[in-house]
């Protein structure tokens, strides 16, 4: 399901030099022996999870369709990130949708918030605010303000019919609101982080309501559940991925820039971004996760990549169908040149630019390349992925000692604007 | 109008001990006896450009409102960079508009490309083509399937009506293919290259169609010309952003991190990335730029900032006057406990975020701070900042003894991908 192909990776190290190490690490991440083993719920959460739950963000996901043309997504951070990856892989964002799925609750921004109260001011909305705490002031804020508007504009029965709350099971602020308002919950567990969120409700409901089939979804993340649970590196590739990063590192790498060739994968790569960095960005260790989104930004990062200084390494993600294909037409007079390409797929054009730039950057530019393969785009295929990374990074980030599942460095930008804001409490 | 704050950039060095090389490489850059000094027609474009031919712009920006529904810009690189940050920065992205504006020809991804082509099928359009030698293949490509498209649609003389083409003023391939179909053109200066080009035609022709006041743009332009033609350290901020980048190289870092607290300077950060990135990644050297857009990111990159590898300082575009604001309303019965900030404006909670983060990062996490102020993101502002960036990174690149003005490293990945098209011409 997902390949791993180092043979561009210019690695002075054999991965299956570190094998005991790997069976070291494998053995605390399943026996919950490491740092942060209460966070580790996502290893098994395949064959765990709460199966009528399930069924009924299947339902609520049918009602929101029914309800509304806009889906707020209240949340930020983990609480958006996963939902918002998955559905801008596997919808189009062109032309009208049945459902519009609007990202609200990540940012302070003014400018951001006037607009999207005035924007669904005459649409009919559903509102899934996800926090676990219910104090993640950015989530806070924007769904007091669309709570208010939704029961000004519904009044307080049916704008309750309208809301939905993924949060805590019994803790926080948001439960009890909630509870007194007569919202249909939906639990995060305790013991799997917000970077992991994806596989839970936080990320299914919002993927459900936008038409994607959470159930193949699950079937991937349960397969790969079955795949990398095993120490072996020549069978595993999640480790081959999480020992290789590590490897780089020692090669004097402390940038890591996740390539993709598809439009659709740039939210893959931020919530790539989180989950790497989030995890193993401590105690001055860790790579730094960047991104770029080729043959795009071969016109603006692309000189940098090739001749620039050599502090990064490059992992690419190669997909090997394509959501949509044509065929690429003749021209009478051929005044562009470009007839050369007539009867050829864009596809296969799209490919010949990824291993033009993989040869330029391997063999020209002295760039370690590692591709992860890919077959297609669907949901499924999501599922796998999303749990491939989750297991490279707990070997990735065990390897540095490191606890991959807190993210202590949050907090003090919190405390500080709290005690600027004048909060007391 | 630009105001650089170095009091969090914790610099071992005085800026001001700078002086003798910032007023050779000054002489440098006016007397184009510098690398690359056939490139420097921006430095005083804003008061030898065509009036003429920007009157044209304002006219076909007019014509382009009246004839469609959506604009088509097929550029890549800086052929749409400059474009789509001033756009995007200056224009509401929810709710219908009069004109909307779709980038294309950016990409090879053929998912994409079919896309949009369904997407527009009974639209009326419009398209402006930018691209100096008509060779660029994700452009030229694009362009073809558009202009077919048009063709079929219109007929050939009413597409040709619709369809405008940015381009050089005598050689390459498109400009005697719109002379040949009777396309309205517009001149790519020889002496800008692609990442200055958006004070030229190749920016303002988009930027005047979405609305946006390119008058007030080039104003903004020829004030920061005035402002910045001085090799004083103690007057010219643009030369003391260019200096201090090098002196925290020196101190270590590798990577610069653009950051904004506004979701509508996203694109502005792709911009800057481009312009710092493909002017100074040479010869093994230079910062990695990245870019993040908080408070959103500080719940994904924050705790790597916070806390992680320490080779990266940030560069933070601070603006003081938000386009929209609203006060925060009260609540009854406070169930969130945000009653606190009752009667705050939200802007007052985006600064203190902007405030308590920059305290986060630059004592506890030990991370350096730049702060580049603007007053508000208006054209006039828009104008005046890029040539603050365009100033500041001829100072910042001669200071590496590199040519801030080609890219060479651009090519290698085209020749390999040409070799693997079968291209033979």
Known sequence: MVKVDLSHAKLNEDVLSYQSEVSRI??????????????????????????????????????????????????????????????????????????EIIYVGNTFSSTAVVRILDYIKDKEVACNVISKSGTTTETALAFRLIRQFMEEKYGETEAARRIYATTDAKNGLLKPLADKKGYETFV?????????????????LPIAAAGIDINALMDGVKDATHDYNTDD???????????????????GKSVEMFVSYEPHLVFLAEWWKQLFGESEGKEDKGLLPASVNFSTDLHSMGQFVQEGTKNLFETVIRVVNPIEDMVFPSDEGDLDQLNYLEGKSLNWVNEKAF??????????????????????????????LV???????????????????????????????????????
């Not at 963000?57 to 929101?64: E, F, N, P, Q, V």
């Open 188 to 204: 995060i567990p305790d013991d799997i982080g917000g970077r992991f969120s994806v596989i839970t409700p936080v990320g299914l």
């Open 26 to 99: 494998h053995r605390m991440i399943h026996d919950k022996t490491g740092k942060g083993s209460d966070y580790v719920g996502w290893v098994d959460w395949a064959n765990t999870y709460d199966k009528e739950e399930f069924a009924r963000i299947l339902d609520c996901a049918k009602r929101i369709q029914d309800q509304a043309e806009v889906l707020l997504v209240c949340g930020i951070g983990g609480s958006y990130l996963g939902a918002r990856a998955a559905i801008d892989m596997m919808t189009n964002p062109y032309g009208k949708k049945d459902l």
């Open 355 to 384: 291993e033009g730039t993989l040869e330029a950057h391997e063999i020209t530019g002295n760039v370690p390349n590692v591709i992860i393969e890919i077959e297609k785009v669907d949901a499924y295929t999501f599922g796998y």
């Open 233 to 251: 590196l020549t069978t595993n590739a999640a480790y081959v991925y999480g020992v290789t990063r590590r490897i780089l590192e020692k090669q």
């Open 387 to 425: 749990y491939f990374f989750f297991k490279a990074l707990a070997m990735s980030v065990y390897m540095l000692d490191v606890n991959p599942f807190d993210q202590p460095g949050v907090e003090v930008y919190k405390r500080n604007m709290f005690r600027l804001l004048g909060k007391t409490k």
